[in-house]
């Protein structure tokens, strides 16, 4: 009984400590420069006197958004350089995530609801000069201290010790005659993986993608197996990612407006769609643009001409028929029979696509251009005055979605090798909420909304902004800027 016992005991140890393993949390540090947003002039902290303190307060632009959410102070430190000798003093330290609306607001002299992070004797050592400084306030914090994103970090600090007279000197940003104190923030930031697959336009896995995670000088990359699978380690995982997804048979798939930020947690449903095959239907209209000269016997292609409109009465693009088709410029093409565009067929790299600009008949900063892209890609201009037209509705090429679920002007997705129209100035006499019409070769088509599909043509999105390409299933949807349910 004994012996089954102590198996049953050896066996929970284990099993908890395998389970402790498994669910333990990865670090990673670093450092940074950053900058006060208070004037500290005469030093950081008079080292010089018997007694003296200092509250020094930082912002985001300070910090130049390196630190976020989730991360942990491990260290300050202070450059500078000591022209005299050692100097040994005592420092008390104290932070406080602090809320405060105005820098002017900032408590300096209650410590009460502040965390002592320091409490020992240090050591301000000779040396450096005024052109190579050293670090001469070094202060490991008694534990992390969190971040929590606040309106400003405030750190006060106190010394004492004997007085001396020995010109100490702290560096200060960029010489700023305000004085704006240097701080290098050693940081603490959980590890966290980024996991999932790659898959064609049919659902396929694609193997050797090379999968980028990228920001603030960051790179974190991996390449996906023969399942399409893929796990990079991303060692800041308290900050926003872009990400790329190239290879060598599919067009480049990159994204830098919605970044992936998973605060601190491993992720492992990131699925990406990249096309290998872009594909043309007879009698469909829609955009191509090609880095080598299109075959004229694919179909009718139509090169942007104009735009004429007198708001608030219909508006009208003007397109030409083009006997020969140039490359690098973005077309309408009418195939008179399908076709697929591979990817790998084509050297993209280095190449910026064409665009074809006119102006406004009324002039000024108004101006339409119609502009393609070799990569798959979310477009976003965001001002008041701009927005973004596409001219097929295809499932690579569609309107993006706002943070309420309804359909953006200002953002959009780009499939490769085709083309979207850039309206700026609509308060010059472009009027988004006018009608729209295509106009080839004299002739108005059936295709004449740009802005207003028919409803069988109107994309679909689930409510996380994601196209809908199928028949939907049972749940809520939005069509048109609106949400519907499926039951």
Known sequence: MKKIMKRIVCTILFVSLFAGASHAQEFSTWSFSAYSANSVKGGVVDVTKEKSEKTIAYTSTGTKRMIQKGDSITRISFPGYNLGKDVHRHLRV??????????DDIRTDDVSN????????????????EEE?????????????????????????ECTGEPIECPIYFDCYEENPFYFATTIFNVQTPVVYYSGEVVNQDGQPVENAHVRFYGNDMEY???????????????????????????????????????????????????????????????EPATIILPTPP??????????????????????????????????????VFPNQDFEIHPSDYDTQGIEPGSVRVSHPRGGAA??????????KMVNHGLESESLFFVCLTPDCSYGMTDWGTISHQLGR??????????????????????????????????????????????????????????????????????????
């Open 133 to 157: 400084h050293i670090t001469l306030l070094d202060i490991p914090l008694n534990k992390p201290f969190p971040y929590l994103r606040p309106d400003y970090l405030v750190l006060k600090i």
């Open 221 to 283: 990359t991996a390449d996906t197996d023969e399942q399409g699978h893929f796990k990079a380690r991303i060692e800041r995982g308290n900050a926003g990612y872009g990400y790329e997804i190239t290879g060598p048979s599919f067009a480049d798939y990159f994204e830098n407006w919605n970044p992936v930020y998973t605060r601190g947690k491993d992720t492992t449903n990131l699925s990406f769609m990249v096309y290998d095959a872009i594909r043309y239907k007879k009698d």
């Open 367 to 376: 101006s339409i251009t119609f502009v393609g892209s070799y990569q798959s």
């Open 414 to 487: 780009i499939g490769a090798f085709r083309a979207y129209f850039h309206v700026y100035g609509v308060y010059h006499g472009i009027w988004t909420n006018a009608p729209y019409s295509l106009v080839f070769n004299g002739e108005q088509t059936g295709i004449a909304a740009i802005a207003r599909a028919s409803e069988a043509t109107v994309p679909i999105f689930d409510l996380q902004g994601r196209r809908i390409t199928d028949t939907p299933q049972r749940g809520l949807y939005v069509r048109n800027g609106k949400k519907y349910v499926v039951k």
């Open 114 to 129: 502040m965390t002592l992070v320091y409490d020992d004797d240090c050591i301000i050592p000779a040396g450096g000069t």
């Open 295 to 332: 075959d004229p016997t694919l179909g009718r292609f139509y090169r942007f001409d104009r735009y004429e409109s007198e708001p608030p009465q219909e508006s009208f693009y003007y397109f030409e028929h083009e006997e020969t088709p140039q490359a690098n410029v973005p077309y309408v």
């Open 94 to 103: 104290w932070m406080r995530n602090d809320y405060s609306w105005r820098l």
